[in-house]
């Protein structure tokens, strides 16, 4: 089977995307391409273990590594300090040394954590993320950042670290709890949104057979996209100084508000984001930007993805108060994602009061 290859340039730091149905197997080969040489630390989480954990370390030790798997327990709550810390132990007592390669078979939370451990361990080592669900594959692999939650806060701490190269393999989203597709789903449809009108026609189409995974091709396909997408915006802002990288947040002002008012229980992260684009869209076309026409297509789209109601009984003030946490900075003027047209996102700053007044006459209650 063909594997696609998409590059992300970042000069000295550049490296590809490989995608393709069954890659997986390739994992040996591409490693060896990649002139690594030194042992592999397979960090998983236990529930990938089984599926593909074992499978990554059975296409290494085919292709000659020295390799290991260590898990870690499924869930967010591993994306802390304390668990990276067990893992440097296990890399120090492995006798893990600056050669050693780091690679992350799992989602966002094991490739968040790897990451940040391969970032910090001996100053940093190299790593490989091979993400296994559909958020991993369509965005959180790509782009090098890395973190841990803190008690008072999720990702407050972390660091920038391009991987060697990233391996996508969508056949393993076949295992995926559904509800877990729809979720990496709602981020290509972001990705659509702010740089990819073709992507939203397509996922208009498609995006049933998407969730289903009726087609290789087209799951390839959606993925390649917003993995483009992802790479393109990552080149032009890779440590988010110039302001690219923040249109990747659009939907993501509301939607982390919602994630961090409800504890992080009721919704996924892909279903608060939904909530985020429908408001925010709501929000684009009252700002003058986005023409009725587009916002109508933009609500149909994402009116299709299940997710639990919005809690009764949640303020704008509150929301607002989780907005302002959210930002890290408690300036008098707020930036937003608003979009100009279905395929073009911009950035859109408003006084914090004018956002909470038009929070208030659009909210969908
Ligand atoms: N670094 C970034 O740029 C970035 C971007 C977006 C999100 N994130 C982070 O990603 C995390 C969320 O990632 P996620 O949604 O992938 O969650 P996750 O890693 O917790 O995975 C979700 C669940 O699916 C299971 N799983 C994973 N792959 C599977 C498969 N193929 N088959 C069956 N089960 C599987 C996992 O064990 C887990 O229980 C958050 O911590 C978020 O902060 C990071
Ligand atoms: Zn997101």
Redesign the pocket.
């Known amino acids: 089977m063909s594997t696609r290859e998409i590059p992300v340039a970042l000069k000295e730091r550049s490296y590809p995307v490989y995608l393709g149905a069954g890659a997986l197997e390739r994992l040996g080969e591409l490693y060896k391409r990649h002139g690594l040489g030194g042992r592999a630390a397979i960090v998983t989480?236990?529930?990938?273990e089984k599926?593909?954990a074992r499978r990554a370390l059975q296409a290494l030790k085919g292709a000659g590594v020295d390799a290991q798997v260590i898990p870690v327990p499924?869930?967010?709550s591993s994306?802390s300090l304390e668990w990276a810390d067990r893992l440097y132990t296990r890399l120090i007592w492995g006798g893990f040394d600056r050669e050693a390669v780091i690679v992350a078979v799992?989602?966002?939370?094991?490739?968040?954590l790897a990451?940040f451990v391969a970032a910090t361990y001996l100053r940093g080592v190299r790593w490989v993320p091979v993400?296994?669900?559909?958020?991993?594959q369509v965005?959180?692999?790509?782009?090098?950042?890395?973190?841990i939650?803190h008690r008072l806060g999720?990702?407050l701490i972390?660091a920038f670290h391009q991987p060697q190269f990233v391996l996508v393999d969508p056949q393993?989203?076949?295992?995926?709890?559904e509800r877990?597709r729809w979720?990496?789903a709602a981020?290509t449809v972001k990705a659509a949104l702010i740089r990819d009108a073709e992507l939203f026609s397509l996922l208009e189409r498609r995006l049933d057979e998407l969730i289903r995974l009726e087609d290789w091709g087209l799951a390839e396909e959606v993925i390649a996209r917003a993995v483009q997408i992802k790479a393109r915006i990552v080149a032009e802002d890779e440590r988010e100084v110039t302001g690219a990288r923040t249109l990747l947040n659009f939907g993501h002002t509301v939607g982390h508000a919602l994630e961090a008012a409800t504890q992080y229980k009721r919704f996924?992260?892909?279903e608060a984001v939904v909530w985020g684009m429908l408001v925010e869209t709501e929000l684009s076309h009252a700002l003058g930007k986005l023409p009725l026409e587009e916002k109508k297509r933009v609500q149909a789209l994402l009116e299709r993805f299940p997710r639990p109601p919005l809690p009764e009984g949640l303020d704008i003030d509150t929301l607002m108060e989780y907005i302002h946490r959210d930002k890290k900075a408690r300036g008098r003027k707020l930036r937003v994602v608003a979009l100009g047209a279905i395929g073009r996102a911009e950035i859109a700053e408003l006084p914090a009061e004018e956002l909470r007044e038009r929070l208030r006459n659009l909210w969908p209650w």
């Open positions: 989480d236990r529930t990938v599926l593909y499924p869930g967010e994306k799992g989602g966002g939370v094991v490739g968040d990451g993400p296994t669900t559909l958020l991993a965005d959180a692999s790509v782009g090098g950042k890395t973190g939650n999720k990702n972390g393993a989203l076949e295992t995926l709890p877990e979720s990496g981020e996924t992260h892909g």
